[in-house]
């Protein structure tokens, strides 16, 4: 078990449905992070906040939108996806953002396209 | 840009020593090593900064040569536990609010 829960743990969605993924830690940290992993890849950075303020985008289509509405929750939401998102959808946390900072991940959402 | 790891796939003996490479062709600010298993979230192991430190953990240690750009993890005398893809993370932002860019993956298979 991880101290970042995720919910939920598997999720299948139709091209035109609207979903939510959330995440959620207890351990007072500031910065919370999304990340996306394709099959045998590494994960990929999608999203950072800082203090509860979005402080990168690498660049994501804006057909996910991230939001943090208080320190201890992170979600993800879906809209109009394509089957190429298919993936396992990473949320991690550190204490502060910063590079000498260890990220703790959760186990994921693994999210499947139709 | 996207550190590289060498090798892709290591498949040892228990008790045999490995060692995992991560190099990047830009300047380094620390460089982070985690492991995940199957299925599971990858699960952090150690941080390298700035300063060629080495750190340890239990039997797994690693090193960090910022002039070169390169770090290497050191798994000494295999357990069946170790089993797992072993990525590292370099941080190449300038020590703000950062994300991590991880190289491709190491996948290490003990065998008893």
């Known amino acids: 078990d991880t101290e970042v829960t995720q919910t939920p743990k598997h999720l299948v969605m139709g ?10 830690q207890h ?9 996306k992993q394709k099959a045998k890849k ?10 509860e303020k979005l402080s ?6 804006s057909r996910f939108s991230p939001e943090c509405p208080n320190s201890s929750l992170l979600n993800l939401h879906l809209h109009a996806l394509q089957p190429e998102d298919s993936a396992l959808y990473l949320c991690a946390s550190s204490q502060v953002a910063g590079s000498n900072q260890p990220q703790h991940f959760g186990d994921g959402t ?3 396209i139709l | 840009q996207q550190p590289v790891q060498s090798p892709q796939a290591v498949i040892l003996r228990e008790g045999e020593d490995a060692v995992i490479n991560c190099s990047s062709s830009k300047a380094l600010y620390s460089v982070h090593w985690y492991r995940q298993k199957h299925g599971e979230a990858p699960v952090f192991l150690m941080i390298l900064l700035k300063g060629g430190e080495q750190k340890g953990h239990e039997k797994i240690s690693a090193s960090f040569n910022e002039k070169k750009q390169q770090s290497s993890l050191y798994l000494t005398a295999s357990q069946l536990s170790y089993s797992g893809t072993y990525f590292c993370g370099t941080d190449q932002f300038r020590g703000g609010a950062d994300g991590l860019t991880f190289g491709k993956g190491t996948h290490l ?3 008893p």
């Open chain 1, 15 to 24: 091209m035109t449905n609207k979903k939510s993924l959330k995440c959620e």
């Open chain 1, 27 to 35: 351990m007072g940290h500031r910065a919370m992070y999304w990340y």
């Open chain 1, 42 to 51: 590494p994960p990929e950075l999608m999203f950072v906040y800082s203090y």
């Open chain 1, 56 to 61: 990168i985008n690498e660049s994501v289509p």
């Open chain 1, 110 to 112: 693994r999210l499947s």
């Open chain 2, 109 to 111: 298979i003990i065998q």
